[in-house]
């Protein structure tokens, strides 16, 4: 049992390193960023608030697979922390395109583009955006939706690929390619664990079908 947990924490630490060291590095760099002169005052607080919100949604899935992990380091609940990294980060990244709109006078950087195919992956960030918010909602209405609100809550991984793509491609806080490395990193992470938790969603199935069926078996050898 205590050999289990050592190697399930050994597992998870390298992981959770790597997501603390990705976040450091896009802080550093956002940090940075203020000592630029270029734009405005407003046009300055837009990007951060997209990177800051990048990285809270960033926190927010992996915190869903860590949640051991998030405890220690919070002190809280898993379902407390991952809350507040969600909210975070729903309210920086919906600032930032009205922040946007304000700059511009354009309201419509709230409408997702679907075509050209490169368009959409340059503003993928509206798409993002929406793809992001019925994931969210899909959590706080899960006792009606019922059980399939996690299929749809994990729209929230889509919507990191989408805003990731959108980062890089026009992002002014991406155009560093330390930041850019890093960005990829932390997508690549997030991919990982999606693909973890299908594989290990599936198992855990398989295990409840088998006793199921084990339970059957005996039931009808009694009977």
């Known amino acids: 049992m205590a050999r289990s947990k050592k190697t399930e924490a050994k597992k998870a630490t390298p992981a959770w390193y790597v ?3 990705a976040v450091g590095i896009l802080a550093a760099a956002s940090a940075l960023v203020a ?4 734009g ?24 869903s697979y860590y949640k051991r992990q ?17 909210v975070t980060g729903a309210v920086l990244l919906t600032l930032h395109p009205i922040g946007v709109a304000w700059d511009e006078l354009d309201p ?24 992001f918010a019925v994931g969210a909602l899909s959590a706080v209405w899960r006792k009606t939706i019922g059980r399939r609100w996690r299929t749809i809550h994990d729209f929230n991984y889509l919507a ?10 026009i992002g002014a806080n991406f155009e560093d390619w330390p ?17 973890r938790q299908r594989i290990e969603a599936r198992r855990r199935q398989a295990e409840i079908q088998a006793k199921i069926a084990a339970a ?3 039931q009808k050898k009694k009977t």
Do not use: Q
């Open 179 to 195: 930041v850019r490395i890093v960005s990829i990193a932390m997508f690549i992470v997030v991919a990982v664990l999606f693909i």
């Open 70 to 86: 998030v405890m220690k380091i919070f002190g809280r609940s898993f379902v407390n922390a991952h809350h507040i990294l969600s």
């Open 40 to 63: 405005t005052l407003l046009r300055w607080i837009v990007r951060d608030l997209a990177l800051l919100g990048y990285i809270a949604v960033f926190l927010a899935i992996v915190s």
């Open 216 to 218: 059957k078996r005996v």
């Open 19 to 21: 997501s603390w060291t």
């Open 35 to 38: 000592w630029r002169t270029e």
């Open 160 to 169: 990191f690929a989408f805003g990731t793509v959108h980062a890089n491609l």
């Open 108 to 131: 419509s950087v709230f409408l997702p583009v679907f075509f050209p195919f490169y368009d959409m992956l340059r503003f993928g960030g509206r798409i993002a955006w929406y793809v």
